[in-house]
């Protein structure tokens, strides 16, 4: 039998073989996991026990424990760090060393420490080194702490472009990470995971539009906009991520929720349907016009998406939305209509097209009016 006693003599819990074997789930039973287990039932992180053997000794976390033993629980606070060990852990962190992140906690040294902006989890998350930064989360570190940029170490993951992207933000989910702290610049982890869709290699799109899968699973919001004002569905929509479009749409993203027109965005309030069209995104148009987009929503010039469509040349677009009754004799804010506009660039090709077609032969898409769905 092995029994570990409180430093008040107390009996606190005694384990046979066979119990140290199933907490383990191996033959032999290392110290460092019965330190977690006995952390719920004193309330205090392995790092901060340490357990006496005959009185003095103190029993290595590596150690296999056999049976018969006596243990004493002892437990310790947070040592008082030097500017030499903070920076220390957080280099350790940065380059991914475990093993002196294992000893800097185990002093036992706070993986916190108060003045420092960037923290070891910070580093261990940019730098894609998942298995520290579940170490530093064991040894309490704050999941929700931010830089000076107001990144949070989840803001930081969402936006990674190397391998341990996806692990790392599933690491900081599993450990109840809040999902809607926004950074300086008005991102939340889920526009962060939606921006590096606009760019790079295949392999960094999918593994970013994984993490903004896991973040919508853990009820991320879809409303949330950055400071110019853009939200989730317009991120999705620029890049042309059909899947990411439908499951934003399917987590109840708003199809025709505009930029905010203020802070200098170029777009002067155009919603998802303008930037597919002003893009070329005809089949992200048609999964934005299923979800009844409406094809004649003006921004702040009076530009509906087929003015986008032709002033960018992009005759499919155009016939897309003229099919779905886009209004091809509407004005915009200086009386311009889709045909001048494409007289003006030179689009010829455009300006037929606008001409062949008979006017609204389809309905137009009405508004959106359709219930959001219940976040599951």
């Not at 952390?39 to 026990?49: A, E, I, N, Y």
């Not at 923290?119 to 989360?137: F, Y």
């Amino acid at each position: 039998m092995l029994r570990v006693y409180r430093a008040s003599g107390d009996l606190l819990a005694e384990f046979t073989q066979e119990d140290l074997q199933k907490l383990a789930n191996a033959d032999k039973c290392p110290g460092y996991v019965l330190k977690r287990h006995l952390q719920t039932l004193c309330g205090q992180l392995r790092f901060k026990q340490r357990l006496l053997k005959e009185g003095s000794a103190v029993q290595s976390d590596d150690a296999f424990l056999e049976p018969p033993l006596d243990l004493t629980l002892v437990l310790v606070p947070f040592a008082t760090a030097s500017t030499a060990q903070i920076d220390e852990l957080i280099q350790a962190a940065r380059k991914g060393n475990i093993s002196v992140v294992e000893d800097c906690l185990n002093r036992p040294q706070e993986p916190d420490p108060p003045g420092q902006k960037a923290s070891a989890l910070h580093q261990a998350v940019e730098h894609g080194h998942v298995d520290v930064a579940r170490l530093l989360l064991e040894a309490g570190a704050n999941k929700d702490r931010t830089t000076k940029d107001n990144n949070t170490p989840l803001c930081l993951a969402a936006a990674l472009e190397h391998a341990g992207q996806v692990e790392c933000a599933q690491l900081l989910l599993e450990s109840r990470a809040d999902v809607n702290i926004a950074n300086r610049g008005g991102r939340s982890p889920l526009l962060q995971a939606l921006s590096c869709t606009t760019a790079g290699s295949e392999a960094e799109v999918a593994r970013c539009a994984k993490v903004a899968d896991l973040l919508l699973k853990a009820r991320a919001s879809v409303e949330k906009t950055d400071n110019m004002g853009k939200p989730a569905l317009v991120y999705a929509c620029e890049r042309g991520c059909t899947d990411l479009v439908k499951m934003l749409l399917e987590a109840g993203a708003e199809v025709n929720q505009s930029c905010k027109q203020e802070l200098g965005d170029t777009s002067r309030g155009s919603g998802a349907l303008h930037r597919a069209a002003a893009r070329g995104r005809p089949d992200v148009a048609r999964i934005l016009l299923a979800a009844r987009a409406d094809v004649d929503k003006v921004d702040a010039n009076g530009w509906t998406p087929l003015f986008k469509a032709v002033r960018h040349a992009h005759p499919e677009m155009v016939q897309l939305l003229l099919d779905e009754g886009a209004n091809k004799l509407k004005k915009d804010a200086s009386g311009e209509s889709p045909a001048s506009i494409a007289k003006v660039f030179g689009n010829e090709d455009i300006v037929r097209l606008l001409n062949k077609k008979k006017l609204q032969k389809k309905e137009p898409t009405q508004p959106s009016k359709r219930p959001r769905p219940a976040r599951k």
